[in-house]
């Protein structure tokens, strides 16, 4: 494509999804957009067709590691870090749309939508902790491991250290499922359970474990397998 041609193809693409956004953009011209930015001064249409054709769409794009988009022939060191933090940007995003007032009553969906955005572009199961006071304050929210894609381990002392930093009084335990669905497995019930018994000699109440993949999630205390005990409102309050 002649320069001029090249630069007014730009212009043109840039003009289109300012007026009507990517909802009626071809896949390739999504690609192809992005990679403006990482290529300023080459034409990017043959790369966006290589890159689709590669992985098959936009969200295997930028789950690629840098390492693996590298790999694909005219995609620089500067284009796959651009790739792939979009994941994480749409993470740090959502999480902050999602940090809104925590509804005591219905808390389990709000932790749940935080627990779907802290998962976004992680390739690996990651634990969460979430910390409240007795009236559902939250006073702490981060990550307390990180495994494979299958399998991740929170260890009890981690879980208490925090806890007696943050002075709380009840926590919900969350993960992701880089792949599958939402359900917790066998050993995420049974690991609940013996979290949940080995933190009760230290007055930590384990309210919920929720479990999150892609868009979805599910609570194990409103799936039963909690005891009430454990629940607002529940005997031990």
Partial sequence: MPDHDHQGHRARLKKRFQAEGLDHFELHN???LLLFYGMPQRDTNQLAHTLVREFGSLAAIL?????QLMAVKGVGENTATLLSLIPQVCRRYYLEKA???????D???ALGRRLVAASIGRRVETAFLFCFDNRMKELYFGI???GTSDTVHMT??????????????CIVLGHNHPTGFALPSAADRQNTLELRRLLAPLSIRLLDHLVAA??????????GYLSPDFLPGGEGE
Avoid at 63 to 67: K, L
Avoid at 99 to 105: G, N
Avoid at 156 to 169: C, D, G, P, Y
Avoid at 214 to 223: I, T
């Fill in 144 to 146: 307390i491991g990180e």
């Fill in 214 to 223: 892609g868009d979805d999630f599910v609570s194990m205390a409103q799936s």
């Fill in 107 to 109: 808390y389990v969906e």
């Fill in 156 to 169: 009890t002392r981690k879980i208490a250290e925090i806890v007696i930093k943050t002075e709380a009084s």
């Fill in 30 to 32: 999504v690609v192809e």
């Fill in 99 to 105: 940090q809104v007032p925590l509804p005591r009553e």
């Fill in 63 to 67: 789950d690629a590691t840098p390492q």
